[in-house]
């Protein structure tokens, strides 16, 4: 028999069996559960290998100057800053070492002139050099001695609650390249209009690659210590206390591979206390991945159990109906390929119909909840992988059909008589 005749027959089998809402319920409810597991756990797993891999903290180690090791009572605030001012200087001179800076002086929140209607205008504005920029998606880079020049995110959103977005007011980055704007900072009793400083926008950069809001911009080193500067005067000149401890200094090695020999270095130098900057929450991880399995564990079982089950139920309903293709002349094989295929053809078209609702919900969420929007920015998209797809195949279609097969097959060589029954 050819394995055309076995499909048509297999069709015509599956066409005229009596539809079971809850079973059908059942699998779809198994395709959608797994298609959302997997979804989920790429996503997941996107957004870790953003906000780790990513992470400037990753490729940055905090220490305290060497001064800390001494006797500072007797020491001037102008002879502490020199001999932090060298102590950096140390730093910046080893190898790998790309940036050093003070505590306070790597990132600034501000206001802009960006401010409308709908969005307040709120910017952090982080240093950053040749060495340390994200990759320019249009624009330019700038180094280290410029000043007055901005890198910002394509999809730009200027507020100052940047993972609360509302997609319609999302600026394009486009518009703004070698535009200029300003910001104003620094306001005080004394100085009620604060300062004013004019950044032009030269390039773009993916902020979700960094794991960035989409209200961050970098500026030089040069900049952001001019507006520290600036702010600290502004807000504390009248308070002699200010400054006067002895600070954190940060310094950003280009590569993570590089960081363990550079922190060597830094301790054999006398520096005190050197840690990186940020760490890998190892209990978050854990739990995200046992989550994970958990899920995927209980799905799993009960995919093993329940369809399949449930499935052997309704083929023995099926018994007089291949004993009768039996007499008609159907083999063993033939009966069993008919019954594989027909079990085959509902699992597919469940899985479609499953697969169908899922995109429609998942699109739905992308465009109208706003969890689900703001986590769209952060990642450059959610999306629905690959993977995700053949594994749920391979949950919902693959393995109930190879469950099937022995006891089809076992199915399929009983006698005529056990299957239509003596008296027939």
């Known amino acids: 028999m050819q394995i055309k005749d076995n499909f048509k027959l297999a069709l015509l089998v599956f066409l005229r069996?009596?539809?079971?809402?809850?079973?059908?319920?059942?699998?779809?409810l198994f395709v959608i559960l797994?298609?959302?597991?997997?979804?989920?756990?790429?996503?997941?797993?996107?957004?870790?290998?953003?906000?780790?891999?990513?992470?400037?903290?990753?490729?940055?180690?905090?220490?305290?100057?060497?001064?800390?090791?001494?006797?500072?009572?007797?020491?001037?605030?102008?002879?502490?800053?020199?001999?932090?001012?060298?102590d950096i200087i140390d730093i910046k001179n080893l190898e790998h070492v790309v940036d050093v800076y003070r505590s306070g002086y790597y990132d600034?929140?501000?206001?802009?002139?960006?401010?409308?209607?709908?969005?307040?205008?709120?910017?952090?504005?982080?240093?950053?050099?040749e060495n340390t920029l994200p990759d320019i998606v249009a624009g330019r880079s700038f180094n280290s001695d410029e000043v007055g020049v901005a890198i910002c995110p394509v999809h730009f959103y200027p507020n100052f609650e940047p993972r609360q977005i509302k997609k319609e007011y999302v600026i394009n980055g486009y518009d703004l390249?070698?535009?200029?704007?300003?910001?104003?900072y620094g306001i005080s009793d004394e100085n009620t209009e604060g300062y004013?400083?004019?950044?032009?926008?030269?390039?773009?950069?993916?902020?979700?690659?960094?794991?960035?809001?989409?209200?961050?911009?970098?500026?030089?080193?040069?900049?952001?210590?001019?507006?520290?500067?600036?702010?600290?005067?502004?807000?504390?000149?009248?308070?002699?206390?200010?400054?006067?401890?002895?600070?954190?200094?940060?310094?950003i090695v280009d590569d993570k591979e590089n960081i363990n020999d550079v922190k060597a270095q830094m301790e054999e130098m006398n520096f005190f206390d050197v840690k990186i900057a940020s760490v890998i929450d190892t209990e978050m991880v854990d739990t995200i991945y046992m989550s994970f399995i958990?899920?995927?564990?209980?799905?799993?079982?009960?995919?093993?159990?329940i369809i399949p089950a449930y499935t052997k139920w309704r083929l023995k309903s099926e018994e007089r109906n291949i004993g009768i293709l039996r007499v008609c002349g159907y083999t063993e094989k033939d009966v069993c390929i008919v019954y594989v295929l027909?079990?085959?053809?509902?699992?597919?078209?469940?899985?479609?119909?499953?697969?169908?609702?899922?995109?429609?919900?998942?699109?739905?969420?992308?465009?109208?909840?706003?969890?689900?929007?703001?986590?769209?920015y952060m990642l450059g998209g959610l999306k629905i992988n690959f993977g995700a797809i053949l594994f749920s195949i391979l949950i919902n279609v693959c393995l109930p059909v190879l469950i099937m097969i022995p006891y089809l097959r076992k199915l399929s060589k009983l006698t005529i008589v056990n299957l239509i029954g003596e008296n027939d």
């Open 177 to 184: 390249i070698n535009k200029s704007f300003n910001i104003t």
């Open 34 to 86: 797994s298609l959302s597991l997997f979804v989920y756990r790429f996503n997941t797993n996107k957004m870790m290998e953003y906000s780790i891999e990513n992470n400037i903290g990753f490729n940055t180690l905090a220490f305290f100057p060497k001064i800390l090791n001494e006797n500072v009572s007797e020491v001037t605030k102008e002879e502490l800053n020199e001999m932090i001012e060298s």
């Open 196 to 251: 004013t400083k004019t950044f032009k926008i030269v390039g773009l950069y993916d902020s979700s690659k960094r794991f960035n809001d989409n209200g961050t911009c970098y500026i030089s080193g040069k900049d952001i210590t001019e507006i520290v500067n600036n702010e600290k005067f502004a807000t504390n000149k009248n308070n002699p206390m200010v400054n006067s401890g002895i600070p954190v200094l940060y310094a």
């Open 294 to 305: 958990s899920v995927f564990v209980i799905i799993l079982i009960s995919v093993i159990i």
């Open 342 to 376: 027909k079990i085959l053809m509902q699992y597919i078209i469940l899985y479609c119909i499953g697969l169908l609702i899922f995109v429609c919900v998942f699109v739905f969420l992308k465009e109208n909840v706003q969890t689900f929007i703001n986590f769209d």
């Open 108 to 129: 600034f929140v501000a206001i802009s002139d960006f401010k409308n209607d709908f969005l307040d205008g709120t910017l952090t504005l982080i240093r950053g050099n």
């Open 17 to 28: 069996e009596k539809r079971k809402v809850i079973y059908f319920g059942v699998i779809l």
